[in-house]
Structures are given as structure tokens and as C-alpha cells.
């Protein structure tokens, strides 16, 4: 979510621990996206992100890319 969950060094600390998980086999990052904007409003409700634009899936990449870092730091590849 920009703003919230974009932070550079904040997804290379994330990528660190999904780096501690052996399992792991491919690793997609989805981009933020505000189709569920008119459910809420529908359901009366008040969107906890309104205003908070959608990702462009080029940021989305940009994220993969430094959770991609960390898990490398730990399991030591290039």
C-alpha cells in the first residue's frame, strides 16, 4: 500500500524473514489496488484507505525486488 507498506528497508527486513523460511518456492507481490472502495460504500461503511491512490504494477515489481535482496542476504545467494 503506498505509503503504508512501501518502504524500501522495511521490505528488505520482510524479505529477511521470508528468507528464514525454508518452504518457500516463488514469491508473488500483488499491487494495492481499490476495487473494494465501492463494496464499502455500499455496505455504508468508511474505506480505512480512501484516497490512497492504486499501485502501478512497475512499484509492485520495484517491491519484489527488495524483498528479493533480503532474502538473499540470508541464504546467501547472489
Known sequence: VPGISDDPS???ELG???GTLR????LDVLPYH?????KYK??????PLE?????PKEKAVEARKFIMEG????RGAK
Open 16 to 18: 529477511r524473514f521470508i
Open 10 to 12: 522495511d521490505l528488505r
Open 23 to 26: 518452504n518457500l518456492k516463488a
Open 34 to 38: 481499490t476495487m473494494g472502495v465501492n
Open 71 to 74: 532474502i538473499r542476504e540470508v
Open 51 to 55: 484516497g490512497v491512490e492504486a499501485l
Open 42 to 47: 455500499e455496505l455504508g461503511m468508511e474505506y
